[in-house]
């Protein structure tokens, strides 16, 4: 790792390319993306190094903490380039290209150019190199990537500058005390566990799993220290409580067993050692209970393998998300080697798994991550005994194989994808065309068909001016649209045994009795979204018919509900 250093061209082999563009790829695929995330990653490095020349700050010269860095690469070039490809280190050099572009805030800039100096002082632990930097210091923190962070007690409070200095794998860091003269502390970052006493040192916290057949260990960072986990924007630690750690590892370790499954990579099937990063969102203590699936998960391009999840109750909500997110951040680093399409982010397009409109962009980010979520599904279909299991693993394959077939299709007639864009949907395609051929139970199969209705009718309703004709390029959008609960994705997973509600009597099977219940709910409110969706999709099933098929292809024009 240099800064002149020469990258070769990155040429993908056309079988890694059409075992990404299925939905899957092979541990050899992944290899070749991060190969590409490397470059890509280094000379946005570079770039950011031109721009921090020139930023006044009080630490040391770029130049003296990159060359510190460099020295560290030379000597032990296995773990700084674990660091320099870190998710956060990623998540770091663009928010620093935005802040110095103008178009991102945080603190002081020459703080966050500060980083620098962390990441080299890691590198130098690792290397076991001697340093001495000036370093940013956050009320007497200073988080080391990579490591963890080190806390001055009776530290000034607020942002100070401090010095740093390595020495055999040794750390010290002096800053100004809370009221007069300094205070200090030495620890050993790479072998020293947590200080119980003063919280001085806090090393990083991983996720570990062995496979049930011996197979190596590997772990997974869990990061909550790190100032740039949160995919953009500068963020302070949130350190989880010792509970809440116990409960993410139980968790992972049944994710990454649900995951293991023999046989040919394919879509829905991941390796949990590709995961880099997994940061806790919204939570840090076990109480209160958590949601029963993910409610927040998100990734980043500028991240390649992390992702941030609100911990669920469930293992299997769990392995999910892990699929979900690695497809995103696959398709990311395919974004950054080819061009796939000519969005003008404009949103307009219906995505079934969003109450928004979506940008192109968007739509195919969705379309690959549920491919690979319906691939999930699929496979547990075929490993689970009939039961509530099984009846809830073919409702999803059977929801999600359609959902992304409907994004696939926008984006097939589109116009807006370059070849390579065209091969990797097509490809796609050919792996949903093949799945929708398969059987499902056909109570599954039909609760999916009408959650699918149910939701694009209410995104429409919810969302579409009715005032306006549909012009060439989409629908125009209401100016008073909103956010919506989508309750009944989940809702119809399962067949409910003694229906009460509208919606309970559809999932169950009873139109008819759905249809009265939201008829009675639109006598007060003819226009209310939610029972007017359910009364458009019930009285589909009920009479298929021509008028029937108008109405669920524009919902929005039958406002007030008609009589009958």
């Known amino acids: 790792m240099t800064s002149e250093q020469h990258l070769a061209p990155l040429r993908m082999p056309d079988r890694l390319f059409a075992e990404l563009a299925a939905g899957g790829g092979s541990a050899a695929a992944v290899a070749f993306l991060e190969r590409g995330e490397r470059a890509r990653r280094l000379l946005l490095l570079r770039t950011l190094l031109d721009h921090l020349d020139a930023l006044p700050t009080p630490l040391a010269p770029v130049a003296e903490a990159w060359r510190v860095l460099k020295e560290a690469?030379?000597?032990?070039?296995?773990?700084?380039?674990?660091?320099?490809?870190?998710?956060?280190?990623?998540?770091?050099?663009?928010?620093?290209?935005?802040?110095?572009?103008?178009?991102?805030?945080?603190?002081?800039?020459?703080?966050?150019?500060?980083?620098?100096?962390?990441?080299?002082l890691s590198a130098s632990l690792h290397a076991g190199t001697e340093a001495t930097l000036d370093v940013p210091l956050t009320?007497?923190?200073?988080?080391?990537?990579?490591?963890?962070?080190?806390?001055?007690?009776?530290?000034?409070?607020?942002?100070?500058?401090?010095?740093?200095?390595?020495?055999g794998g040794e750390l010290t860091v002096t800053g100004p005390g809370r009221t007069t003269g300094s205070v200090r502390v030495t620890c050993r970052p790479l072998t020293q566990r947590a200080d119980a006493a003063g919280g001085t040192w806090l090393p990083l916290r991983t996720l570990s799993h062995t496979g049930p057949d011996g197979t190596a260990p590997f772990t997974v960072v869990l990061e909550d220290l790190d100032p740039y986990r949160d995919l953009d924007d500068h963020l302070p630690p949130a350190r989880l409580d010792e509970d809440e750690a116990q409960e993410w590892q139980r968790l992972f370790d049944e994710a990454a067993r649900i995951l293991a499954r023999p046989g040919t990579p394919g879509p829905g099937r991941v390796d949990p050692a590709m995961i880099r990063a997994i940061v806790p969102f919204g939570r840090t203590a076990v109480?209160?209970?958590?949601?029963?699936?993910?409610?927040?998960?998100?990734?980043?391009?500028?991240?390649?393998?992390?992702?941030?999840?609100v911990r669920p109750a469930s293992a299997l909500a769990l392995a999910e998300t892990l699929v979900h997110e690695l497809q995103h951040s696959k398709l990311a680093a395919l974004l950054h080697l080819f061009p796939l399409l000519e969005d003008d982010r404009a949103e307009r397009y219906y995505a079934p798994w969003r109450t928004d409109p979506r940008h192109l962009t968007g739509l195919l980010h969705g379309a690959y991550a549920f491919t690979g979520v319906a691939g999930f599904w699929r496979d547990?279909?075929?490993?689970?005994?009939?039961?509530?299991?099984?009846?809830?693993?073919?409702?999803?394959?059977?929801?999600?194989?359609?959902?992304s077939r409907l994004a696939v299709r926008t984006l097939l007639t589109s116009g807006r994808l370059t070849a390579q864009g065209r091969a990797l949907v097509s490809g796609l395609a050919r792996t949903l065309d093949g799945w929708l051929r398969e059987p499902v139970p056909h109570a599954a199969l039909t609760r999916a068909r009408t959650a699918a209705a149910l939701h694009r009718t209410e995104w429409r309703l919810r969302n579409v001016d009715p005032a306006v004709e549909i012009p060439s390029d989409g629908p125009r959008f209401r100016p008073d649209r909103a956010s919506w609960p989508d309750v009944r994705t989940h809702a119809f997973a399962a067949r409910p045994v003694a229906p009460r509600t509208a919606d309970e009597h559809l999932a169950a099977g009873d139109a008819a009795a759905a249809l009265a219940r939201y008829a009675g709910q639109l006598a007060a409110d003819p226009a209310e979204p939610h029972a007017l969706a359910g009364w458009i999709v019930a009285r589909a099933v009920l009479d298929p018919g021509r008028e029937t098929r108008r109405m669920l292809a524009r919902p929005e024009l039958l406002q007030p509900l008609p009589s009958g």
Do not use: N
């Open 73 to 120: 690469a030379e000597k032990s070039p296995e773990p700084v380039e674990r660091l320099l490809l870190a998710p956060a280190t990623g998540g770091w050099i663009s928010h620093m290209l935005r802040r110095v572009r103008g178009t991102a805030t945080g603190p002081p800039l020459w703080a966050e150019a500060g980083h620098l100096c962390a990441l080299a």
């Open 139 to 167: 009320s007497g923190r200073l988080p080391l990537p990579g490591l963890g962070m080190v806390g001055l007690p009776d530290a000034q409070e607020g942002l100070a500058l401090g010095r740093a200095t390595t020495a």
């Open 287 to 309: 109480s209160p209970p958590p949601p029963p699936f993910v409610q927040v998960s998100a990734s980043s391009g500028d991240s390649f393998g992390g992702m941030l999840i």
């Open 380 to 403: 547990r279909l075929a490993g689970a005994e009939e039961g509530e299991d099984a009846e809830r693993a073919a409702y999803f394959y059977a929801l999600r194989r359609l959902q």
